[in-house]
């Protein structure tokens, strides 16, 4: 059994819904197949909308995340979608499944956490539910606006852009194998803190996501939910092109640099190709906008580095040394 | 543990979620505390966002509950919130975890049922998400417009209003009772065949929802998802009012009073009055608007029956005898 849902993958049934479900409503811009849909309003902005779910077993395990954390993290991942797309987000809808055993410090915390990631980005709380359950679930949807025309798709690629990212990817799969192997207190606390922070709280690149899109400088974009190469080849299929990364040109931060000498081996690039949950912006754009985005990252205080190009057809790693190399699996498949 | 949730109870998790989250975005007309969220949007109407998680093992149990219909109610329970507040729905996102055991057929058959309703309703789908989980969940957002001006909201019962129902509440937690005892393929074939379908697949009142308020009628608005006492509660504390229902005019379908008579005993008044899960809308509105009603509801084909009135404050319930009776509960309280 678990092989027929492990076989057909998350996008293909992604791709099932989308079929039987052709768009009818010509308000739908965008339905599903991008990080958010794309809905008309009247004046001169589109509506953007997402939704995430946060399960218990499947994307966190209370044994090593706060609810602190985990609330940050929960309005943090459907926020990434709208910077994926170049909006900015108004406001959110929270659904909560708890179980009986939830203690009332669990669920102040958990709220704190979401309104500091409310109040941060000022994307204002506008409904939810809460429900008993037999696992603890969060499940969020965020509405923004983006203005007419500057939406970027994952389907604006072209043959020769090069291929960009935010931060340093990778991490945030270095942190939870962290926090796996020695618990939260042990992890948050050692060499790895940073990555293991990331893991818990990733941060989502409004600003850089909203500037990209304004100033026309990213054609297509996705966050890095599932890991690069997976959700980089999502963007080379509605783009209906290929792509090269270049792993010699992949940033690498400091606690992944240091992970790879202590293994001594070559997992590193695993968690930093097909790692998920960065939340970090992958976008393409063209050769000529290098600058423009160099001072961009420098003005946005963030790290923002060139990571290969987009071809005609075909998801090729190239390995330090310029030769082909083949991944253990593209990134996080959810079946 | 248990006890803690228990007390709290849900009314009171969702209010201290609204205090902490007091709305800071002058877009956001109405926040928690409502079936919807309203926000304004640019143009003639307001945006109504709503979203509502149907969990295993809480909401339902996947040895009864046909996937093709827990599609069909995972929207329909949705669609009834944008009915509740005068709206038209205009897209929607939906976001399902299925266990590793999950087959084909009953994705398959989960989308068909979701399909059917969106065609019905005419609303599209605009996004989702799926993931693995330990259980069965599906989550999912309707967005919705209202004319300014024409939201129906739960604070506007005012002293002396008549209180009406459409369809006959309770035969959802008649279906229910059924189909636990006698397992799915008994239940719907059975005597108590309506009610089965009633509570597996309820019908959302879209079209009365959306006269009761363009014409002005209902005064304030809610549909029953967690027992008639218990919703009308929640108009009341809105409202800041208090009201009465009349036993002797309850609407009581066929099945239940058939229920009534087998069991021989009053438990189908908890049915009627605490059971969950009914979908119909409880409305208020001035007892000179009672005639204009009676029209309406001939001329959707549905009934419509005055229940009770607005008071001051206190909720009272009136026997068939014109005696206060106390009810086990009010209704469906999460925790």
Known sequence: ????????????????????????NPRVIKGIGDDTSVTAQDGGKLLL???????????????????????????????????????????FLV?????????????????????????????ALAGGNTARAGLTMISTTVIGE???????????????????????????????KVLQNHGYRAAVKGRFGKAVSRHLAPVPRMEAGSLLAKKGIARSMIDIS??????????????????????????????????????????????????GEDYELLFTAPEADKKKISRLAERLKIRITPIGRITG????????????????RLGFEHF
């Not at 059994?1 to 009818?24: H, V, W």
Request: aromatic share 8%.
């Open 49 to 91: 909308s997402t939704t995430d779910t946060l399960i218990e077993g499947t994307h966190f395990d209370l044994s090593y995340a706060p609810p602190g954390l985990l609330g940050k993290k929960a309005l943090s991942i459907s926020l990434s979608d709208i910077a994926a797309m170049g909006g900015e987000p108004l406001f």
């Open 1 to 24: 059994m678990k092989r027929y849902l492990t076989e057909l993958g998350e996008d293909r049934i992604i791709r099932g819904l989308e079929k039987s479900f052709a768009p009818k």
């Open 146 to 176: 983006v203005p007419k025309g500057k939406a970027v798709y994952r389907s604006g690629a072209r043959e020769g852009h090069a291929i960009f990212v935010t931060g340093t990817p990778g991490d945030s799969a270095l942190g939870l």
């Open 313 to 328: 057809k075909g998801l090729k790693i190239l390995d330090e040394n310029g030769r082909p190399m083949k991944l253990k």
């Open 95 to 123: 659904s909560i499944a708890l179980t009986p055993k939830t203690k009332k410090e669990f669920i102040d915390a958990l709220y704190r956490g979401i309104k500091e990631i409310s109040e941060e980005f000022k994307v």
């Open 226 to 275: 599932d890991g690069v190469a997976l959700d980089l080849k999502r963007v080379c299929v509605e783009s209906n092109a290929g792509a090269e990364i270049y792993l010699k040109d992949f940033p690498v931060s400091a606690e992944l640099k240091e992970y790879a000498e202590r293994v001594k081996d070559r997992s590193w690039i695993d968690l930093a190709l097909s790692g």
